[in-house]
T-cell receptor, first 112, second 115 residues
């Protein structure tokens, strides 16, 4: 099972772009990369998912290099409400079963 | 839609007691799973189900049982509670297209303390 490594914490200021990188050296061919956000006392919430290259939605972008051994979540113009823990998840649901490994997460603190 | 619901929100057990954590989803998702989250740590997969009648073990299954008799419900049973099972438990559901999974929807969690 592919494990992930992320920075333990990051600080930023409102209005800045934040990039959080996740390493997953043992990612398997069928694995997708998914990022979740978690606020205290709540369940994680889906942010974005990708397989390769770049994916963008209304809240974030996900950059995945060709070797897929890492990925970078980019949050444009963060606000105080983006203070949360961000998890990088590498996993696969398919005929082979259900594999999900949550990393330890990155605690992002956004300051005014 | 209510999404994923979990009951109870809080529970205190004595060592050796058993109980069932309830989880239900109304999105007709085929996949459901249970995680535990210990303080300051990420989520660890306990058990999962890829459809009614089909369950399998995750990363930390010992001490827990599951069943999936319907698409909507996925209860987690603690057989004989131990202090090491003190944690926050999250249930999640997800769908797939062409056998590729998409986002998981998480419930609000159950905070369990075993004394």
């Amino acid at each position: 099972l592919a494990k992930t490594t992320q920075p333990i914490s990051m600080d930023s200021y409102e209005g800045q772009e934040v990039n959080i990188t996740c390493s997953h050296n043992n990612i398997a061919t069928n694995d997708y990369i998914t990022w979740y956000q978690q606020f205290p006392s709540q369940g994680p919430r889906f942010i974005i998912q990708g397989y390769k290259t770049k994916v963008t939605n209304e809240v974030a972008s996900l950059f995945i290099p060709a070797d897929r051994k890492s990925s970078t979540l980019s949050l444009p113009r963060v606000s105080l409400s983006d203070t949360a823990v961000y998890y990088c998840l590498v996993g696969d649901i398919g005929a082979g079963g259900f594999k999900t490994i949550f990393g330890a997460g990155t605690r992002l603190f956004v300051k005014a | 839609n209510a999404g994923v619901t979990q009951t109870p929100k809080f529970q205190v057990l004595k060592t050796g007691q058993s109980m069932t954590l309830q989880c239900a989803q109304d999105m007709n998702h085929e996949y459901m799973s249970w995680y535990r989250q210990d303080p300051g740590m990420g989520l660890r997969l306990i058990h999962y189900s890829v459809g009614a009648g089909i369950t399998d073990q995750g990363e930390v299954p010992n001490g827990y049982n599951v069943s999936r008799s319907t698409t909507e419900d996925f209860p987690l049973r603690l057989l004989s509670a131990a202090p090491s099972q003190t944690s926050v438990y999250f249930c999640a559901s997800s769908y797939s297209i062409d056998r590729v999974s998409y986002e998981q929807y998480f419930g609000p969690g159950t905070r369990l303390t075993v004394t």
